[in-house]
């Protein structure tokens, strides 16, 4: 399989509905990026009937054997002891090796976070990967993390959430310049924990020094008001916001569809409003925002939802390919050295 463009090691047997969506996922993505070539890990015998049927996908793989996989059950201590023989540690295996430019996995996420962090590292500079996020707004998309990897941070690792946050942002949503908000109580300098208003400090003394605007805080409505592209906060407060948002889209989304059955005037009404709901649909559809990414790692790591079909699972896939083709762990690297080599090593703990 000669190499002509980014190369995505898959964990094939990774997820609910696992191999059949990642192969069909893999498809889609072929179609979306030619250039781009894969690795699928797992059971030959299982994968080779499925990647037969496209043509187009036979060209593009290349099917390596995994013994074993990592259920959803599999606590991450289990999945270091055990896990090497498994698909998610042998596509993570192929990162590390520079045989792909990305890993992408649906599979147990915890699991996936201890096997990436062991297996990849961090880098120089940076303490603790973070999970980040795209997500729709009213201005478009933004950028959150941490999505749960981290439940409790100090005022380092939100200062070095905001710049790998930046960086992704740069990478994929093309934003030169991201503005940056920490997620807090209140906008009030005088609000929020010690942390929060650490990083807070360090990030408007340092703010010309960095690849991103600091905004200041920011509050929970603000992150579906798109006030900023990249919204900073630790793992608990990330995940809960996070998981509110998904619910509230589906409560907003069940509630439309009774309204539209109330009566037959309302079931009428629908017959004009659906092309507006459609393309609200369309917006807001989960899948499109599918692929959460380890930040802060040596080597990058694409979390797809378990439950995702294909075209989420290819929509994962783009994200890993965007981040390669933009170059983000040179970025980050590049941008670490720098801001050592500039002296914030020793205004911060952890630079």
Same mark, same amino acid.
């Given at each position: 399989?000669?190499? !002509?463009?980014?190369?995505?090691?898959?964990?094939?047997?990774?997820?609910?509905?696992?191999?059949?969506? /990642?192969?069909?996922?893999?498809?889609?993505?072929?179609?979306?990026?030619?250039?781009?070539? +894969?690795?699928?890990?797992?059971?030959?015998?299982?994968?080779?009937?499925? =990647?037969? &049927?496209?043509? @187009?996908?036979?060209?593009?793989? #290349?099917?390596?054997?995994?013994?074993?996989?990592?259920?959803?059950?599999?606590?991450?201590?289990?999945?270091?002891?055990?896990?090497?023989?498994?698909?998610?540690?042998?596509?993570?295996?192929?990162?590390? #090796?520079?045989?792909?430019?990305?890993? /992408?996995?649906?599979?147990?996420?915890?699991? $996936?976070?201890?096997?990436? &962090?062991? =297996?990849?590292?961090?880098?120089?500079?940076?303490?603790?990967?973070?999970?980040?996020?795209?997500?729709?707004?009213?201005?478009?998309?933004?950028?959150?993390?941490?999505?749960?990897?981290?439940?409790?941070?100090?005022?380092?690792? @939100?200062?070095?959430?905001?710049?790998?946050?930046?960086?992704?942002?740069?990478?994929?949503?093309?934003?030169?310049?991201?503005?940056?908000?920490?997620?807090?109580?209140?906008?009030?300098?005088? &609000?929020?924990?010690?942390?929060?208003?650490?990083?807070?400090?360090?990030?408007?003394?340092? #703010?010309?020094?960095?690849?991103?605007?600091?905004?200041?805080?920011?509050?929970?409505?603000?992150?579906?008001?798109?006030?900023?592209? /990249?919204?900073?906060?630790?793992?608990?407060?990330?995940?809960?916001? @996070?998981?509110?948002?998904?619910? /509230?889209? &589906?409560?907003?989304?069940?509630?439309?569809?009774?309204?539209? !059955?109330?009566?037959?005037?309302?079931?009428?009404?629908?017959?004009?409003?659906?092309?507006? $709901?459609?393309?609200?649909?369309?917006?807001?559809?989960?899948?499109?925002?599918?692929?959460?990414?380890? $930040?802060?790692?040596?080597?990058?790591?694409?979390?797809?939802?378990?439950?995702?079909?294909?075209?989420?699972?290819?929509?994962?896939?783009?994200?890993?390919?965007?981040?390669?083709?933009?170059? +983000?762990?040179?970025?980050?690297?590049?941008?670490? #050295?720098?801001?050592?080599?500039?002296?914030?090593?020793?205004k911060t703990a952890s630079l």
């Amino acid at each position: 399989m000669a190499a !002509k463009g980014p190369i995505i090691a898959l964990d094939a047997m990774g997820g609910d509905n696992a191999p059949g969506i /990642v192969v069909g996922g893999a498809a889609i993505a072929r179609e979306r990026f030619p250039e781009a070539r +894969f690795l699928l890990f797992g059971d030959p015998a299982v994968l080779e009937p499925l =990647v037969a &049927k496209d043509k @187009l996908l036979m060209e593009a793989v #290349e099917i390596r054997e995994a013994a074993d996989s990592i259920s959803a059950d599999t606590k991450p201590s289990q999945a270091l002891r055990n896990g090497r023989d498994s698909s998610m540690w042998q596509a993570l295996n192929a990162v590390r #090796e520079r045989e792909a430019d990305a890993a /992408v996995s649906a599979g147990n996420t915890g699991a $996936l976070m201890a096997i990436s &962090k062991f =297996v990849l590292r961090t880098p120089i500079g940076v303490d603790r990967p973070a999970m980040a996020s795209i997500m729709p707004t009213a201005n478009g998309e933004s950028v959150m993390l941490d999505l749960g990897a981290n439940l409790e941070c100090d005022a380092d690792n @939100l200062f070095q959430f905001a710049i790998l946050g930046a960086l992704f942002a740069r990478s994929t949503l093309a934003i030169e310049r991201p503005s940056v908000g920490l997620l807090n109580v209140g906008a009030e300098e005088l &609000k929020g924990s010690d942390a929060i208003k650490g990083a807070a400090q360090n990030l408007r003394l340092h #703010e010309g020094d960095l690849p991103l605007s600091f905004y200041g805080f920011i509050e929970g409505d603000d992150i579906s008001a798109g006030v900023v592209d /990249v919204v900073v906060t630790d793992g608990f407060s990330g995940n809960v916001a @996070l998981k509110t948002a998904e619910g /509230v889209a &589906k409560l907003v989304s069940e509630f439309t569809r009774r309204a539209f !059955k109330a009566s037959p005037m309302a079931a009428l009404g629908y017959l004009f409003a659906r092309p507006a $709901l459609r393309r609200l649909s369309t917006h807001l559809d989960p899948r499109k925002y599918n692929g959460a990414v380890f $930040l802060g790692l040596n080597g990058i790591a694409v979390k797809s939802h378990g439950g995702s079909d294909a075209v989420g699972f290819a929509n994962a896939v783009g994200v890993a390919v965007d981040m390669a083709r933009h170059g +983000f762990l040179e970025n980050v690297r590049t941008e670490f #050295e720098r801001l050592q080599a500039d002296g914030l090593e020793d205004k911060t703990a952890s630079l």
